[in-house]
């Protein structure tokens, strides 16, 4: 896809009708794999799409058919079902496009039994049947997916049995043109509609098949970015079956391989040293024929990489960028992949930690927080997920998270990280401080509270996020109490226990000894008083008029601004509240270092700090 659209850009231009529809189908392919880079790609590609809608309608379509994905993959059934009727009443009746109407009335279907509204699901689904077997024959390539259908509708009206043999059939009907993704739906299908039925062993049994599929394709795929974004990864929903019969250290294994071996991946192409993870002693010496040749490769492409950044950085052009930004990670791609074939291969990449090396890796007042969640596949569509607790003692221990049948605690955690976004804009603090910390009250009650029981003792937590935590700082929760998880935790964040520890097993103490630190610093009058009335408080015994001149201090509003580092930007400093909290965080970090030099409050200016460099003091 990339290719083509680079021959139809250079041989046509930005605008011609086949780069538009060149560009259309790369990006749905990137929307298909997850790329955001894709939906960029996709709303470029429709404002082009739409000047050619008349004399070359395929582009427009294109761009529907790639919208509609990306709805679906945001669970988005009102604006996906919006905009695949578009695209049906488009394209049905014409001349050619006989296969575009039933892509969309199929798609109109698959949306329908989404939201539920089974009969005119079943009616667009045997339309969209009919037009692509009027158009490609009885057995043609979509004929599986048409299954998937059919037995996702015979679920939702409650004929389990005829569900599951559709299933069966469809399995045994995809095309390779389809690609590895409908194998492994079909069978996530399956087992969930067996584990629904009570068979929760057979269930396991069918998603170690798709494991299977999956490591197959993911061998196929070159090493280093491609494979490390791979879609579909099985694991998750073995992880969870797995728990659901007690199979708690294969579960460990599987919920490990769902996310530790792709930051690996990533971290294996980004970088061009040769020591990530363990080196596979058994691959062969290259000889030093084939260092040299590899070592003026690795040149050539270094220097092609610091000019695509330069190119990158410069370019206006939103689909250039994206373009040069793709072929950059092809390099990378192809640095990595010359790494492994001229010096030991990184065989740790498709190992994972186990619990005892992670333990060894904790201090005895830490402790690994991590979850796995997957979406059941059945009429419900709800998800279901567990908590870990990895402590540097003891057993690993697993606990199922809330049950429901609304999703309302997922999606409670989504809404807290999109919420916690507008407000950081807002220059002043939060404008909504009530509704927030009620959701963060929520996200603690689902996520967080079964856990809770777990962690006495602990001063640290490494935070490992499932996919609804991405993203979301769990400092700001509250928990029973009424405590912010900060003021409980010291808290860091990895994207996997095998990460954690290979990294861990690579660092090395830091050669720094001197250190910066600014903090707290006063923003009108009426904070330098109040830190002056802290002062005297930590050096004799507070009495009742020290503890009302700081609280007065600390509550006039109007006082006059005392510094601004901007003299443009004067207005609202005085309004600013102070930040004690970074106080505390200052004096913490500044023992780590023997020669800390520490500004805290009226010392936190930057006349300060210009006095203090003019001294050589800095």
């Given at each position: 896809?990339?290719?083509?659209?680079?021959?139809?850009?250079?041989?046509?231009?930005?605008?011609?009708?086949?780069?538009?529809?060149?560009?259309?189908?790369?990006?749905?392919?990137?929307?298909?794999?997850?790329?955001?880079?894709?939906?960029?790609?996709?709303?470029?590609?429709?404002?082009?799409?739409?000047?050619?809608?008349?004399?070359?309608?395929?582009?427009?379509?294109?761009?529907?058919?790639?919208?509609?994905?990306?709805?679906?993959?945001?669970?988005?059934?009102?604006?996906?079902?919006?905009?695949?009727e578009t695209g049906y009443k488009a394209t049905l009746g014409k001349p050619g496009q006989i296969a575009d109407a039933g892509y969309f009335a199929i798609k109109l279907a698959h949306i329908l039994i989404e939201s539920s509204d089974l009969p005119e699901a079943a009616a667009f689904l045997e339309e969209g049947c009919r037009l692509h077997e009027e158009k490609l024959g009885a057995d043609h390539d979509a004929a599986a997916y048409h299954d998937q259908l059919r037995a996702r509708l015979a679920w939702a009206q409650g004929d389990t049995e005829a569900a599951e043999t559709i299933l069966r059939r469809g399995l045994g009907r995809v095309r390779d043109t389809w690609g590895y993704v409908l194998h492994l739906t079909l069978r996530y299908d399956l087992a969930d509609l067996l584990q629904e039925r009570g068979r929760v062993?057979?269930?396991?049994?069918?998603?170690?098949?798709?494991?299977?599929?999956?490591?197959?394709?993911?061998?196929?795929?070159?090493?280093?970015?491609?494979?490390?974004?791979?879609?579909?990864?099985?694991?998750?929903?073995?992880?969870?079956?797995?728990?659901?019969?007690?199979?708690?250290?294969?579960?460990?294994?599987?919920?490990?391989?769902?996310?530790?071996?792709?930051?690996?991946?990533?971290?294996?192409?980004?970088?061009?040293?040769?020591?990530?993870?363990?080196?596979?002693?058994?691959?062969?010496?290259?000889?030093?024929?084939?260092?040299?040749?590899?070592?003026?490769?690795?040149?050539?492409?270094?220097?092609?990489?610091?000019?695509?950044?330069?190119?990158?950085?410069?370019?206006?052009?939103?689909?250039?960028?994206?373009?040069?930004?793709?072929?950059?990670?092809?390099?990378?791609?192809?640095?990595?992949?010359?790494?492994?074939?001229?010096?030991?291969?990184?065989?740790?990449?498709?190992?994972?930690?186990?619990?005892?090396?992670?333990?060894?890796?904790?201090?005895?007042?830490?402790?690994?927080?991590?979850?796995?969640?997957?979406?059941?596949?059945?009429?419900?569509?709800?998800?279901?997920?567990?908590?870990?607790?990895?402590?540097?003692?003891?057993?690993?221990?697993?606990?199922?998270?809330?049950?429901?049948?609304?999703?309302?605690?997922?999606?409670?955690?989504?809404?807290?990280?999109?919420?916690?976004?507008?407000?950081?804009?807002?220059?002043?603090?939060?404008?909504?401080?009530?509704?927030?910390?009620?959701?963060?009250?929520?996200?603690?009650?689902?996520?967080?509270?079964?856990?809770?029981?777990?962690?006495?003792?602990?001063?640290?937590?490494?935070?490992?996020?499932?996919?609804?935590?991405?993203?979301?700082?769990?400092?700001?929760?509250?928990?029973?109490?009424?405590?912010?998880?900060?003021?409980?935790f010291g808290i860091s964040y990895s994207p996997s226990c095998t990460a954690f520890v290979r990294l861990q097993e690579r660092s090395y103490p830091s050669r720094f000894e001197r250190a910066l630190f600014v903090g707290d610093p006063p923003f009108r009058e009426a904070h330098a008083r109040a830190m002056a009335a802290e002062t005297v408080a930590t050096t004799r015994p507070s009495t009742a008029s020290d503890d009302?001149?700081?609280?007065?201090?600390?509550?006039?509003?109007?006082?006059?601004?005392?510094?601004?580092?901007?003299?443009?930007?004067?207005?609202?400093?005085?309004?600013?509240?102070?930040?004690?909290?970074?106080?505390?965080?200052?004096?913490?970090?500044?023992?780590?270092?023997?020669?800390?030099?520490?500004?805290?409050?009226?010392?936190?200016?930057?006349?300060?700090?210009?006095?203090?460099?003019?001294?050589?003091?800095?």
């Amino acid at each position: 896809y990339r290719a083509a659209y680079a021959v139809a850009f250079k041989t046509f231009g930005e605008d011609h009708w086949q780069t538009v529809r060149n560009l259309t189908d790369l990006a749905r392919f990137l929307i298909a794999r997850g790329d955001p880079t894709g939906i960029l790609l996709l709303e470029r590609a429709t404002v082009a799409a739409s000047r050619h809608r008349e004399s070359h309608p395929e582009g427009f379509v294109g761009c529907l058919r790639a919208q509609v994905l990306l709805h679906e993959r945001r669970e988005d059934w009102a604006t996906a079902h919006l905009v695949a009727e578009t695209g049906y009443k488009a394209t049905l009746g014409k001349p050619g496009q006989i296969a575009d109407a039933g892509y969309f009335a199929i798609k109109l279907a698959h949306i329908l039994i989404e939201s539920s509204d089974l009969p005119e699901a079943a009616a667009f689904l045997e339309e969209g049947c009919r037009l692509h077997e009027e158009k490609l024959g009885a057995d043609h390539d979509a004929a599986a997916y048409h299954d998937q259908l059919r037995a996702r509708l015979a679920w939702a009206q409650g004929d389990t049995e005829a569900a599951e043999t559709i299933l069966r059939r469809g399995l045994g009907r995809v095309r390779d043109t389809w690609g590895y993704v409908l194998h492994l739906t079909l069978r996530y299908d399956l087992a969930d509609l067996l584990q629904e039925r009570g068979r929760v062993a057979e269930a396991l049994g069918v998603l170690q098949e798709a494991v299977v599929h999956f490591e197959t394709y993911r061998r196929q795929v070159r090493p280093g970015v491609a494979r490390a974004t791979a879609l579909a990864e099985p694991y998750a929903r073995l992880t969870l079956a797995q728990l659901d019969l007690g199979h708690f250290e294969e579960a460990w294994v599987s919920k490990e391989k769902m996310t530790g071996r792709s930051i690996l991946e990533l971290l294996a192409a980004a970088t061009p040293t040769r020591d990530v993870g363990r080196a596979d002693t058994e691959t062969p010496a290259t000889s030093s024929t084939d260092e040299d040749s590899a070592t003026v490769t690795e040149q050539r492409l270094t220097m092609e990489l610091a000019r695509l950044e330069t190119q990158i950085e410069v370019a206006v052009d939103a689909v250039t960028k994206s373009r040069l930004t793709l072929r950059k990670l092809d390099l990378e791609a192809e640095r990595a992949d010359l790494h492994r074939r001229t010096t030991p291969l990184i065989s740790a990449i498709d190992e994972v930690a186990t619990v005892e090396q992670l333990q060894a890796a904790l201090a005895p007042d830490a402790a690994v927080l991590s979850w796995v969640e997957a979406r059941h596949g059945g009429p419900t569509r709800t998800r279901k997920g567990w908590g870990c607790v990895v402590r540097a003692r003891g057993p690993a221990h697993w606990v199922p998270l809330p049950d429901g049948i609304d999703d309302r605690g997922y999606a409670t955690a989504a809404e807290l990280r999109d919420r916690l976004r507008e407000e950081a804009h807002r220059p002043l603090g939060p404008a909504h401080e009530d509704e927030i910390d009620i959701l963060c009250r929520s996200v603690w009650d689902f996520w967080l509270a079964p856990l809770d029981p777990l962690l006495t003792g602990i001063d640290q937590l490494i935070v490992v996020p499932s996919r609804s935590l991405y993203g979301l700082p769990l400092e700001v929760l509250l928990d029973s109490r009424g405590a912010r998880l900060l003021e409980r935790f010291g808290i860091s964040y990895s994207p996997s226990c095998t990460a954690f520890v290979r990294l861990q097993e690579r660092s090395y103490p830091s050669r720094f000894e001197r250190a910066l630190f600014v903090g707290d610093p006063p923003f009108r009058e009426a904070h330098a008083r109040a830190m002056a009335a802290e002062t005297v408080a930590t050096t004799r015994p507070s009495t009742a008029s020290d503890d009302e001149r700081a609280n007065e201090a600390n509550e006039e509003e109007s006082e006059p601004v005392l510094r601004t580092a901007d003299p443009t930007q004067r207005l609202g400093f005085d309004r600013l509240p102070r930040l004690p909290g970074t106080r505390d965080e200052i004096q913490t970090a500044a023992r780590a270092f023997p020669d800390a030099t520490v500004l805290l409050g009226t010392e936190a200016q930057a006349a300060e700090l210009a006095r203090r460099a003019a001294s050589d003091q800095l």
